[in-house]
């Protein structure tokens, strides 16, 4: 490192220090995103405008994450855009307070953050959202909405909103928009081999969470389910007491399994989603102009997150790529014995179609949603 990248890098983590030190450290985290750490008068200026901003709202708000603020660029999180929409949105009459990282915690830890009132709003995986509010758990059905598009389809749709999204503010949630990340994949450690058809999961210690949809999946596709906290998983991995599991691309990169993996799939079967979630009790208390402007604060950003997934797949892939791992695309064929294997269509999902849809008639209106092209394109891997 030369004397001048080491005096950048002095610089920036003095200026972190100080504004983090000083209350300040919404303004250290958006300093730090915008690449201003190193100059004292960007900072000051940051930092002059974050005080701006929080003395002159009339709402102040939370919104907590399990990911740092850099992730976007292989992980479409986007919770720096989200912040800055609300904030225009609303004409400044919200401040946004970001806590990223999981300082506030992560996964269920946030959804229940948001449901108490703790904090007003929160990012999580739909599947940490299914228990408290298990109708979310539709999109882990196979082949259902595995796909950006399908996936996109079908959250964005009327039949969505009028069939599930009172169920989950019966919990006591306002979803305030569907974050699109990639579908999940298969992903082999080290010295494993490549998986293309179901045949290839004979005996493979598969990682999966808690979900009992996807243990069932992975039983119907030949693997041995072997249910790992996350925390454990990397560990899992290593020491091979698991051979695979089955986040995005982003997330393998983002969590680092980079070296400890061989291959990935791309299978598309159930999509690794994420949602923003508020506080509905509090969102409720809000002005009509307010809530009218958080609303559309939430659609912007999710027009940024759909833009954006393409090129934060191709980081992750091509960071991926340099530790070694190698990708494979399904074609027809293949993708067609996957799905005779595990797909939805089975009869053995009918009691999961009945039990969160409410019924086959009901779920048969979510199945065309997914089927129809709607409003927004995305761009599937």
Known sequence: MDTETKELDRAGRRNFLKLAGSGGFTAAMVAGAAGMLWSDAAVAQTQQEEREREAAAEVQMTIATAYVLGASRSYPIMQLDLKENIQNATDGKVYVKLAPGGQLGAGGALVQAVQSGTIQGAQHSLANFAPFAKVVDL???????????????????????????????????????????????????????????????????????????????????????????????????????ADALDPAVGALYVFGFGDILSHVTFTQAVPDSQVYSLNLEWFNGLPADVQE?????????????????????????????????????????????????????????????????????????????????????????
């Not at 964005?156 to 579908?183: C, M, Q, R």
């Not at 790992?228 to 290593?238: C, H, L, N, Y």
């Not at 999710?302 to 791992?325: C, I």
């Open 139 to 241: 999109i882990n059905l196979p082949y259902f909405c595995g796909s950006n598009q399908r996936f996109t389809n079908l959250v964005s749709s009327d039949t969505w909103k009028s069939e599930v999204n009172p169920k989950v503010e019966a919990s006591g949630f306002k979803p305030l928009f569907y974050v699109v990340i990639d579908p999940r994949v298969v992903a082999v450690r080290r010295g494993g081999n490549a998986v293309m058809t179901p045949g290839d999961l004979a005996g493979v210690k598969f990682r999966v969470p808690g979900s009992e949809m996807l243990q069932q999946y992975y039983r119907m596709v030949g693997a041995n389910p072997t249910p790992v906290a996350w925390g454990e998983t990397p560990s899992a991995i290593k020491q091979g007491v």
């Open 293 to 381: 402007g958080i609303e559309f604060a939430g659609e912007m950003t999710m027009h940024q997150n759909l833009a954006k997934v393409p090129s934060a797949r191709a980081y992750a892939m091509a960071e991926l790529r340099k530790a070694g791992v190698e990708f494979h695309t399904l074609d027809d064929a293949q993708m067609a014995e996957w799905t005779e294997a595990g797909g939805y269509q089975r009869s053995e999902w009918d009691a999961y179609k009945t039990d969160l849809a409410g019924s086959m008639e009901a779920f048969a209106k979510l199945e065309e949603a997914a089927d129809t092209m709607g409003r927004f394109y995305v761009n599937d891997a």
